[in-house]
């Protein structure tokens, strides 16, 4: 068997974040929606990683961490939007809550 090279987890960020990308692309749902934001930021972190790791420079390293501390608070002012749309329209579909700009 060969070793792991960055080409494999290359290949693998690019997977997630088409998929997250997809993901983004064809749902109504918010939540799943927000979801796919989230697995795109993972996609990129592990691209960061994996190019700190050919280096072999922390970099790559420092700056994922720095992404998942914004993902992080991100994550929990979208939860709150979410949540407090969720409240008013009584419901998840993007399209019913587009009647907001009306």
Known sequence: MGELGVEHFLFLSAALFIIGMMGVLTRRNLLIIFMCVELMI???NLSLV???WELDHLGGQGFA???IAVAA???AVGLAIILALSRRQKTMDVDEI???RD
């Open 42 to 44: 993972n996609a990129v």
């Open 50 to 52: 994996a190019f700190g």
């Open 65 to 67: 961490i720095f992404t």
């Open 73 to 75: 608070a991100e994550a």
């Open 98 to 100: 587009r009647s907001l």
